[in-house]
């Protein structure tokens, strides 16, 4: 069974670089040539696709996120990691990390059925 659990700080200041991990158990993120992601969702806002790491170290970003958005790996702990640069309130979300067996048929919206295992998520607020 694979399990995803997301880690990081559930506040953070504007201006200033939210970081995220995902730490993976039960899978490799190196084998099986699956897609790992970041999602998140804006408190009464639909999901959003952040970007991708695959299982060769590919990485794909939504392109309105891009020039903020660094997505990275530890393959000796089996994590991906999230950053976002200059983080303003529109940032506060709830971020979750997820697999799935294929890159994301779009670079923005999120289609649930893409994606096989999901993290249980965490809050994140942008607030001073």
């Known amino acids: 069974q694979v399990r995803l659990q997301e880690s990081g700080p559930g506040l953070v200041k504007p201006s200033q670089t939210l970081s995220l991990i995902c730490t993976v158990s039960?899978?490799?993120?190196?084998?099986?040539?699956?897609?790992w992601s970041w999602i998140r969702q804006p408190p009464g806002k639909g999901l959003e696709l952040m970007g991708t790491i695959d299982y060769s170290g590919s990485i794909y970003y939504n392109p309105s996120l891009k020039s903020r958005t660094s997505i990275s790996r530890d393959t000796s702990k089996n994590q991906f990691t999230l950053q976002l640069s200059s983080v303003t309130p529109e940032d506060t979300a709830v971020y979750y990390c997820?697999?799935?067996?294929?890159?994301?048929?779009?670079?923005?919206?999120?289609?649930?059925?893409?994606?096989?295992?999901w993290g249980q998520g965490t809050q994140v607020t942008v607030s001073s």
């Open positions: 997820v697999r799935g067996p294929g890159l994301p048929s779009q670079p923005r919206v999120v289609v649930p059925a893409e994606y096989d295992y």
């Open positions: 039960g899978g490799s993120i190196t084998t099986g040539s699956y897609y």
